[in-house]
């Protein structure tokens, strides 16, 4: 990215406006409304540009490659940042894809993360679930990273009756790196049954267990005044694959990738805004945008998911029902509808994404996205439409380009 670029990008104007009213509005949530636990500056400001009493006069949805929470439990915290109410129904995690992969739900699923991961799991479907720090607990020899805490005697060792794990769900980030990726590198090198000692070397599974990813982001921006971001749950996998290919002379393959820049969580997100709108009887939207702080994360989403919409195999995805995402079942008349026509990618300066700086980059299940497409596509996709200072600026430049002015005394023109 050359920053005369993104400079010249701050006053374009590349697209022709939308109908009055018919744009949605998709927020990031770290390094746009927050760093870390503080809010940003003026991000009240911003968001009381488009409600009014308390209430969104714009579709809008948050979505965040957060995982370590559940979406109600989202809602509420930004309900408290924001001072006012943030339905769960406007929040889009990373995870919520997961409920649509029934058949592993029933098998016995590593999850990876932290937080109430296993909570999380349990309620996004997975009926037997087991985390790193059971298995640390089951077999405490495993994890030998720490010497101070290394279990050496095997005299008194009796294996615990375990069924083999069948399935590895990547949430998050988890604690303690070096023992979590030796733990999941022996599940998936011991096709799920870690605690043997009769396992073989060189007797690699082959396929090896499936392994679904969530968040993929490389770098987060922490609280101020840290000048660099931290490590997000892409560097984890971008070790973990590293190890495994070293190990074993294989690509870890996963059977599906989660999370921002996936089209399904736009997609995801669009029916949020879509329900939104349909729920207060006004047209839904035939745009939206997304205002994020990774180029690599928000923007290349977006522009990833604009070029679904315009010619990137229209109905790749019908066969998916956007409502099993929901955590309540929703009449059948209110499905998606395929009015949506742009997703504009808006990046802000306020957290991962520094003029002139590059830190992030690109890791192996994100780069498969983009894979089949030559180097200029790869770098047009990596081009936000809009470059801002903040969200607040980001918000009044939306609002101005859909010519959109508050109506606060026409109560039929908000949404709630
Ligand atoms: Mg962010």
């Not at 949605?24 to 500056?41: A, F, S």
């Not at 070790?239 to 002379?249: A, H, M, R, S, W």
């Not at 679904?308 to 929703?330: A, C, K, M």
């Amino acid at each position: 990215m050359n920053s005369p670029f993104y400079s010249l990008l701050r006053a374009s104007r590349a697209f022709s406006p939308t109908s009055k009213r018919q744009f949605g509005i998709v927020l990031d949530i770290d390094g746009v409304l927050l760093r870390g636990r503080d809010l940003l500056p003026r991000t009240r400001d911003a968001i009381a540009q488009i409600t009014h009493n308390g209430k969104f006069t714009i579709p809008t949805v948050f979505l965040t490659n957060g995982t370590n929470s559940m979406r109600a439990e989202k809602a509420q915290r930004l309900s408290e940042y924001l001072g006012l109410p943030v339905l769960p129904s406007q929040v889009v995690m990373a995870h919520s894809p997961l409920r649509m992969f029934v058949d592993l739900h029933d098998k016995h699923v590593l999850v990876v993360g932290q937080g109430p991961v296993k909570q999380i799991a349990l309620t996004l479907g997975f009926k037997k679930v087991t985390t790193v720090d059971d298995l640390r607990d089951m077999f405490p020899f495993l994890d030998c990273g720490d010497f101070s805490r290394r279990k050496t005697d095997f005299s008194k060792y009796i294996k615990p009756s375990f069924d083999p794990l069948e399935a590895i769900i990547l949430l998050g980030e988890p604690v303690r790196w070096e023992g979590a990726l030796q733990i999941v590198s022996d599940v998936l090198l011991t096709n799920g049954d870690p605690g043997s000692l009769s396992h073989k070397r060189g007797t690699l599974p082959f396929p090896h267990l499936p392994v679904i990813a969530c968040n993929v982001d490389l770098v987060w921006m922490a609280e101020k005044p840290l000048p660099l971001p931290r490590f997000g749950h892409g560097m984890f996998l971008h070790c973990l694959e590293t190890i495994f290919e070293k190990q074993t002379g294989k690509e870890l393959h996963y059977r599906a990738v989660l999370g921002k820049p996936t089209e399904m969580s736009y997609l995801h997100a669009a029916h949020c805004i879509q329900n939104q709108a349909l729920d207060r009887g006004v047209e839904p939207p035939k745009c939206i945008y997304v205002v994020g702080d990774n180029p690599e994360s928000d923007i290349l989403g977006a522009k990833l998911f604009d070029r679904y919409l315009r010619h990137g195999g229209l109905g790749r995805f019908d066969h998916i029902d956007l409502d099993t995402f929901e955590d309540e079942v929703r009449p059948p008349a209110l499905k998606t509808r395929r009015v949506l026509r742009r997703c504009i990618g808006v990046l802000v300066e306020t957290g991962v994404y520094a003029e002139g700086c590059r830190l992030n980059g690109n890791i192996q299940p994100v780069s498969k996205l983009t894979a089949e497409l030559s180097p200029r596509e790869q770098e047009a996709l990596r081009q936000p439409d809009f470059v801002e200072r903040d969200l607040y600026s980001a918000i009044r430049m939306i609002l101005s380009r859909e010519r959109w002015t508050p109506s606060h005394s026409s109560s039929h023109s908000l949404y709630y």
